[in-house]
């Protein structure tokens, strides 16, 4: 298991968010993963995970939050219009809590409900730029997950 624990910079603990930050974009099949940066307050879509019946890589993963070295894991909760309990949520908390006892970060949870859509926009609007390839929803996974982490990111800093 990475050893995850962290120095703080000076930074961080004057305003609670860390420098590094990992984002999640949990799904049955896929775990979109994206890094964010709490000084500048932007993110970077990193991959995709593969995940079977919700179950992450959790080598690969292991391998992200030691390369990354996160102070703070932000996982996306999908809200529904109605404003009900999403079908995913329940799985959503435990994935949450698995991710809490392995590696010992706090975690955060968001809204993500417009994510995906604003990540496949994104990915049409470059297409029409001129950028040829198909649209994989492996790319909308991650750059949900750098979506729903600037969101957060500039919410966090402005209050």
């Not at 706090?106 to 994510?115: A, G, L, M, T």
């Amino acid at each position: 298991m990475p050893d995850t624990r962290a120095r703080r910079s000076k930074r961080e603990q004057d305003i609670g968010i860390p420098d590094t930050i990992l984002a999640l974009d949990y799904g049955e099949r896929r775990i979109g993963v994206a890094v964010g940066n709490g000084i500048t307050r932007t993110s970077t879509p990193l991959e995709t995970l593969t995940a079977g019946n919700g179950i992450p890589d959790w080598q690969r993963l292991d391998a992200l939050i030691q390369e990354w070295r996160p102070g703070l894991l932000v996982v996306g909760l999908p809200g529904t219009p109605d404003g009900s309990e999403h079908p995913l949520a329940r799985r959503i908390q435990a994935f949450r809590d698995r991710l809490h006892a392995r590696y010992a970060l706090p975690i955060r949870q968001v809204d993500e409900q417009f994510s995906s859509a604003e990540a496949e926009s994104y990915l049409k609007s470059r297409r029409r730029e001129g950028r040829r390839g198909r649209i994989r929803k492996e790319d909308i996974d991650a750059i949900a997950a750098a979506v729903f982490l600037e969101h957060w990111l500039a919410q966090e800093t402005a209050s």
